[in-house]
């Protein structure tokens, strides 16, 4: 397959996959921006994170959340917390308690009763989620996950999943930030609209 072959399966899989979505998982996005609006609506926050692209996707979504999506919307910042962007906290937690365990350390000491853990992942094989989840059940805060290739082990750990259908990294990406939009975008017109 020369270059621009290439360049073209590459579209036609983004839109397949995306038509996919549109067709078998419009109500479970739903049910997740009714999730997040909800938590926000209550005085909750929203604490984030995720490993390499879906590090960036945690970080860029907790800044709409705080700043604003929609710029014809007008309205007052919500709590929305990346944790994987303290580089402090991260390479102490590696370097002290392991890297499988610095999300769940965050996790115990920001999350409260009420709020949402999204988690993001391509493969939902990541221990650090994992342990994320388990640690935010003890603390009873709801656990959504946002994840690829049948979901893994993250899974059975969440209380809520959306699994984009598709075992292809990049394609995964690509909806994931789709769906991470959505949910910013839905949320801030439900809640301020």
Request: with cysteine.
């Amino acid at each position: 397959m020369n270059l621009a072959q290439q360049i073209d399966k590459a579209w036609v899989d983004h839109v397949e996959l995306a038509l996919t979505m549109r067709d078998t998982m419009s109500e479970p996005i739903e049910a997740a921006v009714q999730l997040v609006t909800d938590t926000l609506r209550s005085g909750h926050k929203l604490l984030l994170a995720g490993n390499g692209g879906s590090a960036a996707d945690a970080q860029h979504w907790a800044a709409e959340w705080v700043i604003r999506l929609s710029p014809d919307i007008t309205r007052p910042a919500l709590p929305a917390i990346a944790l994987n962007t303290d580089t402090s906290i991260l390479t102490a937690g590696a370097n002290d308690i392991g890297y499988e365990n610095v999300f769940a350390r965050q996790v115990e000491a920001f999350a409260q009763e009420g709020d949402l853990l999204l988690l993001i992942s391509t493969s939902g094989n990541s221990e650090n989620l994992s342990r994320a989840a388990v640690k935010a059940k003890e603390k009873k805060a709801t656990v959504l996950g946002l994840i690829g290739k049948g979901g893994g082990k993250l899974k059975s750990a969440c209380d809520h999943t959306l699994i984009i259908p598709s075992n292809d990294t990049q394609r995964i990406q690509e909806m994931q930030e789709i769906v991470g939009h959505l949910l910013c975008e839905l949320s801030e017109r439900l809640l301020f609209g």
